[in-house]
């Protein structure tokens, strides 16, 4: 699979695209993180954090070896130390791709799945199928947190403007700040991207006020998921020096797929996979 330094070079994303029902893995378009970190000066070799993203999808069906369809869910967890990101129309060209394709079961799936984001990916990737006749049920979850959106402020900037953010010289904190305010673009289509952003961190009290202001200043940029999470991880970790720190955005779903990036210093776990209530 080629990985070309501009992800809208050969990229499906926002051009007419044939839909296929057989299996083709070819379909996968790995995008290099580097391309994007450069610019906020990561060296791939001394990621400041850990992290993952998360994508569900909610439209992923087969055929049974007697021809009969199945549905299903689907959980991935791409490493953020991967060398690649996937492109999320490719994603879902892939899966796609597996509606008139017959396999044994399940596990069959699973397995195809792993090693084929895997491959794109270049690193290892964790996939998880819930077959919906188990009778699913969907979770939804609300952090644990201050909520930012009601503070009375007036915004002007609508992109990235890190100068907003401030940390106060008073005693240290540890808390969790959310807002469902982040709307950025894709970089591709500037199509509107829709998310809730948590963020957890110990250090100096963050301005909150000023917090609030750069969420909103995304509201123009165009950037996919997961580089807007490690801008803004990257700005907070710059501009307010936290001790700890943890950035996590739930994205809406955008055809049958939904996208969570997370990325933390190292001291906060990873939250559990609840729904945002737009998701």
Not at 57 to 69: D, H, I, R, T, V
Not at 185 to 205: E, F, K, S
Not at 253 to 270: H, K, T, V
């Amino acid at each position: 699979m080629t990985s070309p330094t501009d992800p809208g070079i050969l990229s499906p994303l926002g051009k007419p695209t044939e839909y296929r029902a057989d299996y083709a893995p070819e379909l996968l378009y790995p995008i290099p993180r580097q391309f994007k970190r450069d610019e906020l000066g990561i060296r791939g070799d001394a990621l400041p954090f850990v992290g993952e993203d998360l994508w569900n999808a909610y439209e992923l069906s087969w055929l049974n070896p007697k021809g009969k369809p199945v549905v299903a869910l689907g959980t991935f967890r791409v490493p953020a130390d991967s060398p690649n990101l996937v492109e999320s129309k490719s994603f879902k060209l892939y899966l796609n791709s597996f509606n008139q394709t017959a396999f044994a079961d399940a596990s069959a799936v699973e397995a195809t799945l792993t090693r084929d984001l895997s491959a794109a990916a270049g690193a290892s990737v964790r996939a998880k199928i819930e077959v919906l006749s188990g009778r699913l049920q969907p979770t939804l979850g609300y952090p644990e947190g201050i909520l930012l959106d009601d503070l009375d402020i007036a915004c002007g900037a609508y992109l990235p403007a890190p100068e907003l953010l401030v940390a106060v010289d008073v005693e240290k904190v540890e808390e969790t700040l959310v807002s469902h305010l982040l709307k950025s673009n894709c970089l591709v289509t500037g199509q509107p991207d829709w998310a809730m952003v948590v963020i957890r961190y110990r250090g100096r009290p963050i301005d909150r006020a000023g917090l609030l202001r750069y969420i909103v200043s995304f509201r123009n940029h165009n950037e996919f998921h997961e580089q807007c999470v490690e801008r803004i991880y990257c700005d907070i970790l710059r501009r307010c020096a936290p001790e700890a720190l943890a950035v996590y955005a739930r994205y809406t779903r955008r055809g049958g797929l939904d996208i969570n990036p997370f990325r933390s210093s190292g001291e906060f776990a990873a939250p559990d996979n609840f729904r945002e209530v737009r998701q």
